[in-house]
């Protein structure tokens, strides 16, 4: 069928002087908050997505902006020229620039807007701006290479998790993203990397919990979640749970924490877990979808990741896992989000400003 249908186009191209499409180049910028990340597209296809994370904020305990905003200035072009030599090919050869315009840390999006803005009129090629946040949810579109099935899983659920954000949308053929549950307080990530904090361990806290909730045992504490009626979150609450709950060991052990981190990590994993799993499984009760999935760092949780895996199968839908190149914030999500923008004609001018907060 294919094949009659392919013979079929040739022969119009034929008929009209019709040249086949050419293929389209889509370079990605992101620098929302501490990672700078360069990828290049041929049409949905990465060649490459190259990131540059800053080591520089361990130290403080969490992303200095400023120092953050620095470091993209001086991480962004070298990226750009490594890009090009990784994907073989030249500048002049890029069709269009995806950029993130937000959410994110005001003076890194402005440096990877700058950048966007400028190489766009300099190469007088379209500009797209790309929401962070669907950026992590449509890296599922992405394929590694031109054998690869075109993605065709619509509708789905998608449970974002990442260090700002909690949310689940169902995301539709015609790539509508509709939010149907969002945190109303801390975002799962920062649950992970705030108790990380109180139990002394360096940032991001999350995955320093992973490694030391594999020795221990998840069934030790009892943490409390907030229940709502919805498809909402709240992690402040769980924060206070943990601190209370050691507080009150701490009078028969003082050095609990150190005595016993594997279990409290294990104990807190466990609850975000069953937690994530319980609001999805809600949604899935309503919504009739083909497939579910997971994006943002947090997906890079081996107990979500197991757990999500069991609620797909569960519920007889498929669970797509994002490989742990596009958990953590890439390039390659914000090109294939401006690719797909651009091929429904939504382009952005030069006026665009960046914003902290989804609007
Ligand atoms: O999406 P992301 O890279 O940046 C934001 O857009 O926020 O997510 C970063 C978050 C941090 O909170 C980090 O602790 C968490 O992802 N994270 C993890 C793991 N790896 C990264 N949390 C739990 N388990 C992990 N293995
Ligand atoms: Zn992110």
Request: proline share 4%.
């Amino acid at each position: 069928m294919w094949d009659a249908n392919k013979q079929l186009a040739s022969k119009i191209m034929l008929n009209t002087g019709y040249t086949e499409k050419e293929d389209f180049f889509t370079l990605g910028i992101e620098s929302s908050c501490d990672d700078t990340s360069i990828a290049i597209l041929k049409n949905d296809v990465k060649l490459c997505n190259i990131t540059a994370t800053q080591k520089i904020h361990e130290q403080f305990g969490g992303v200095v902006p400023e120092m953050a905003s620095r470091q993209h200035l001086s991480h962004i072009l070298p990226l750009i020229h490594e890009a090009l030599k990784l994907a073989n090919i030249t500048l002049i050869q890029i069709n269009a620039i995806a950029y993130t315009l937000g959410p994110g840390l005001i003076g890194s999006l402005l440096i990877g807007t700058s950048f966007a803005k400028g190489l766009s009129v300099a190469l007088n090629i379209p500009l797209i701006e790309v929401n962070h946040m669907d950026g992590h949810i449509l890296a599922h579109l992405i394929r590694e290479t031109e054998k690869d099935p075109v993605f065709n899983e619509f509708p789905f659920l998608c449970l974002t998790v990442s260090g700002g954000h909690t949310q689940i949308s169902i995301v539709k053929e015609d790539l509508s993203i509709d939010i149907i549950g969002r945190t109303i307080d801390d975002a799962a990530g920062e649950a992970f990397d705030k108790v990380a904090k109180m139990l002394g361990l360096p940032y991001p806290g999350g995955p320093h919990i992973d490694r030391l909730a594999q020795l221990g045992d998840p069934s030790t504490y009892h943490f409390s979640t907030s229940n709502l009626n919805n498809y909402d979150f709240s992690f402040s609450g769980l924060k206070t749970s943990v601190l209370y709950t050691l507080k009150k060991k701490q009078q028969e052990n003082p050095s609990i924490v150190t005595d016993d981190i594997s279990n409290i990590c294990a104990s807190l994993q466990d609850t975000i877990t069953k937690y994530l799993m319980s609001q999805m499984q809600k949604a899935l009760s309503e919504y009739k979808v083909k497939a579910i999935a997971l994006a943002g760092g947090v997906a890079a949780n081996s107990s979500i990741r197991k757990a999500f895996l069991a609620l797909g199968k569960k519920n007889k839908v498929q669970a797509l896992i994002p490989s742990f190149e596009y958990c953590t914030d890439n390039a390659a999500m914000i090109a294939i989000a401006g690719y797909y923008k651009r091929n429904m004609n939504e382009k952005s001018g030069l006026r665009s400003i960046p914003y902290a907060k989804n609007k």
